[in-house]
């Protein structure tokens, strides 16, 4: 009975979503903590959930709602990130651009690498499979 009404509850409640988002994340941070993992807990966190979700344990309505209220006010989480250029007003100009473009360059590396590995995988796959 328990668990139905919980169902429920996070079926319909955007705040008791989110509340189970960050409870997640409290809960990982303590065994992280506990355990000394060289992991951020975010990431512990992320794995469990999408473990859960994809063994059909936890249906996806009990987050949907809260982790879109989330996705929504995504810029309340980078405001020391902007904050942080009113301290650094050199960010602005050249020396900024040259990060930028490292920033640029290096995601576009990363990108074209994993686009190429996972090309080959595939076609490792495709020849060993016939």
């Known amino acids: ?33 506990l355990l000394g993992l060289p992991v951020p807990a975010g990431i512990v ?42 301290d650094h007003p050199e960010l602005v100009g050249v020396t900024g651009l040259k990060l930028l473009a490292a920033i640029m360059v290096g995601t576009l590396l990363v990108m074209a690498g994993t686009a190429l590995t996972v090309e080959l995988c595939f076609r490792w796959i495709g020849r060993n499979v016939r």
């Open 45 to 86: 966190g992320l794995v469990l959930l999408l473990v859960a979700l994809g063994s059909g344990k936890v249906p996806s309505t009990w987050f949907r709602r809260g982790a879109s209220g989330l996705l929504d006010h995504m810029l309340l989480f980078f405001v020391p990130a902007c904050m942080a250029l009113l």
């Open 1 to 33: 009975m328990l668990i139905k009404r919980s169902g429920i509850l996070f079926r319909r409640s955007r705040w008791a979503q989110a509340l189970l988002v960050v409870g997640i994340w409290w809960a990982c941070d303590v065994v992280v903590r």
